[in-house]
T-cell receptor
């Protein structure tokens, strides 16, 4: 399975600032996703990162708040813009490798605290 | 709408067996996944079912009934390290995963 790394692993940020989270995969993958997981909650899909085109956002998430880049098949970034304490969460990237079924592998996550 | 239901929390004893149930309603269906997530860690894949029946993988088994929109994860010979959250996710017609809220499993000695 793909090995996925995320940077930073955690950060504490001030209200109103922005943070960019990087996701690096050790192999080329077609599908990359960004999720948010708030304490004690399940995963919420933010968007699908599309290589060479704009990300596909889920309801409740917009590009201005969560701009995403996917310059190639092994790398993506998620920016959390103009942060507020409500953005405090774990942000996870995941990838799909298999063409047979959509099993997802997850990165270790980025724990974000906004003060 | 699309929905996944699973119990919020379960408690079991070390060495015992526990069954975690999941019911789903999705627009189309392309399989059911179970993931394990230890506190503070990312989810890791446990199982995938797309056909009816039981899939066994060591101490863990997963069952699917497509007609009932129902799955369960069976954990045998429970160990303390099995204390974790177990996430059920169904793949819809667009191959998008619809996630349940997770079941927190507490193992007691």
């Amino acid at each position: 399975s793909a090995v996925i790394s995320q940077k930073p692993s955690r950060d504490i940020c001030q209200r109103g600032t922005s943070l960019t989270i990087q996701c690096q995969v050790d192999s080329q993958v077609t599908m990359m996703f960004w999720y948010r997981q708030q304490p004690g909650q399940s995963l919420t899909l933010i968007a699908t990162a599309n290589q060479g085109s704009e990300a596909t956002y889920e309801s409740g998430f917009v590009i201005d708040k969560f701009p995403i880049s996917r310059p190639n098949l092994t790398f993506s970034t998620l920016t959390v813009s103009n942060m507020s304490p409500e953005d405090s969460s774990i942000y996870l990237c995941s990838v799909e490798e298999s063409q047979d079924y959509n099993e997802q592998f997850f990165g270790p996550g980025t724990r974000l605290t906004v003060l | 709408g699309q929905n996944i239901d699973q119990p919020t929390e379960m408690t079991a004893t070390e060495g015992a067996i526990v069954q975690i149930n999941c019911t789903y309603q999705t627009s189309g269906f392309n399989g059911l996944f179970w993931y394990q997530q230890h506190a503070g860690e990312a989810p890791t894949f446990l199982s995938y079912n797309v056909l009816d029946g039981l899939e066994e993988k060591g101490r863990f088994s997963s069952f699917l009934s497509r007609s009932k929109g129902y799955s369960y994860l069976l954990l045998k010979e429970l160990q303390m390290k099995d204390s974790a959250s177990y996430l059920c996710a169904a793949s819809d017609s667009n191959y998008q995963l619809i996630w349940g809220a997770g079941t927190k499993l507490i193992i007691k000695p």
